[in-house]
């Protein structure tokens, strides 16, 4: 089952999202229900299973974060999450999804690519990581 976030989900978020390799921090989290943000749950049971974060300006959404329990990974959610909102921007009349994820992503990026999205772009070391930095691969989904 999926739900729309509100600001009293924030540890919610934050248990799933303290297992990613580069967590937000809740001051992060929190930020992102400001207007404009679209924050889904997704449930299985009573237990909170992953995430996504989106914005939309004008007609253009982009995807800030997606986030799924580790041992709940390979079980298809991520996917009911990309559906989600990839369902959401086409109801909403947007004409393109971005996104941008770290090239080393290499798990992210194939959900991303079945999900329909292509690579459209590369920020050269944009990301800080363990060892130095890396690259963002901008991707998007074209709906027009
Ligand atoms: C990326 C993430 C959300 C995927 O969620 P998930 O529920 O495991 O994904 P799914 O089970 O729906 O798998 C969807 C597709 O992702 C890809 N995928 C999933 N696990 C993978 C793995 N271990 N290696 C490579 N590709 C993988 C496959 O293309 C898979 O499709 P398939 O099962 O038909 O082959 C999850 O791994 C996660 O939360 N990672 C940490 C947070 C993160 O990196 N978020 C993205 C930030 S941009």
Same mark, same amino acid.
């Given at each position: 089952?999926?739900?729309?976030?509100?600001?009293?989900?924030?540890?919610? *978020?934050? +248990?799933?999202?303290?297992?990613? +390799?580069?967590?937000?921090?809740?001051?992060?989290?929190?930020?992102?229900?400001?207007?404009?943000?679209?924050?889904?749950? *997704?449930?299985?049971?009573?237990?909170?299973?992953?995430?996504?974060?989106?914005?939309?300006?004008?007609?253009?959404?982009? *995807?800030?974060?997606?986030?799924?329990?580790?041992?709940?990974?390979?079980?298809?959610?991520?996917?009911?999450?990309?559906?989600? *909102?990839?369902?959401?921007?086409?109801?909403?009349?947007?004409?393109?999804?971005?996104?941008?994820?770290?090239?080393?992503?290499?798990?992210?990026?194939?959900?991303?690519?079945?999900?329909?999205?292509?690579?459209?772009?590369?920020?050269?070391?944009?990301?800080?990581? +363990?060892?130095?930095?890396?690259?963002?691969?901008?991707?998007?989904?074209?709906?027009?």
């Amino acid at each position: 089952m999926l739900s729309t976030a509100s600001k009293a989900d924030l540890s919610l *978020l934050a +248990h799933v999202e303290a297992s990613q +390799h580069y967590p937000w921090t809740d001051n992060q989290l929190a930020s992102c229900f400001d207007s404009g943000y679209r924050v889904r749950l *997704l449930w299985q049971d009573d237990e909170v299973v992953g995430f996504s974060i989106c914005q939309r300006v004008l007609d253009e959404s982009t *995807l800030f974060n997606l986030c799924v329990l580790p041992q709940c990974r390979g079980l298809g959610y991520g996917k009911v999450l990309m559906a989600d *909102l990839i369902e959401d921007a086409k109801a909403a009349s947007d004409s393109v999804i971005f996104l941008e994820v770290r090239a080393s992503n290499q798990t992210a990026i194939g959900l991303y690519l079945k999900s329909g999205f292509s690579e459209v772009g590369r920020r050269k070391g944009y990301y800080r990581c +363990h060892d130095g930095r890396e690259d963002a691969v901008v991707m998007a989904l074209s709906l027009s």
